[in-house]
């Protein structure tokens, strides 16, 4: 059984930072592919970051530049450093992790931006 907590996220006023956090545990080892994803109201859940096993990242053009993504191996922990926010990143943010076809998620942390 394969477990993700999020955490981390919260209101800021716009230009602030937050950094999320997902733990995992349960049968998985420290480099399963993880990312996050977002969905605000309305909206399907897109990819904002992700790291593969081997570690190769990719951001959403959206994000570029702001948001950084990173992983503890030893903690199989995952963070999404958020810099500069905006009033549009304003979501439900979801850790997701893959393993041997399956796909994980987290239960999404409420991050708000305000103007």
């Known amino acids: 059984q394969v477990q993700l907590v999020e955490s981390g996220g919260g209101l800021v006023q716009a230009g602030g930072s937050l950094t999320l956090s997902c733990a995992a545990s349960?049968?998985?080892?420290?480099?399963?592919?993880m990312g996050w994803y977002r969905q605000a109201p309305g909206n399907q859940r897109d990819l904002v970051a992700r790291?593969?096993?081997?570690?190769?990242?990719n951001y959403a053009d959206s994000v570029k530049g702001r948001f950084t993504i990173s992983r503890d191996s030893v903690k199989n922990t995952v963070y999404l450093q958020m810099n500069s926010l905006k009033p549009e990143d304003t979501a439900v943010y979801y850790c997701?992790?893959?393993?041997?076809?399956?796909?994980?998620w987290g239960q999404g942390t409420q991050v708000t931006v305000s103007s």
């Open positions: 349960g049968s998985i080892s420290s480099i399963n592919p």
């Open positions: 997701k992790l893959d393993l041997l076809g399956y796909t994980y």
């Open positions: 790291i593969s096993s081997s570690g190769r990242i």
